[in-house]
């Protein structure tokens, strides 16, 4: 796993298949680079009580369609609802 700034240059010149990278700028921002595509995801900790539930990880879309800038406010606004309840479980 690497931590780097995010650029659309950089995350178009990621490898595929290379792993999951992170942004300094968004605290929660991934870049996954699988087999054949690479996808912007927000992953962080469920918490209740100051302790740990669960760790969530929430796709965003493919690098090719959703733009750095557009990825990084759908990061953090997935953050804010991640910390106090799991996003996945909202209708």
């Known amino acids: 796993m690497t931590i780097f700034k995010f650029t659309e240059a950089r995350v178009r010149d990621l490898e595929l298949g290379s792993g999951i990278h992170r942004d300094t700028d968004v605290k929660g921002l991934l870049c996954i680079c699988h087999k054949t595509t690479k996808t912007f995801a927000a992953q962080g900790d469920v918490r209740r009580n100051k302790r740990h539930v669960r760790t969530v990880r929430v796709k965003i879309g493919r690098t090719d369609l959703v733009r750095l800038g ?5 990061a953090r606004k997935l953050m804010a609802s991640i910390r106090p309840l799991d996003p996945r479980l909202q209708a």
């Open 70 to 74: 557009e990825a990084r406010n759908e």
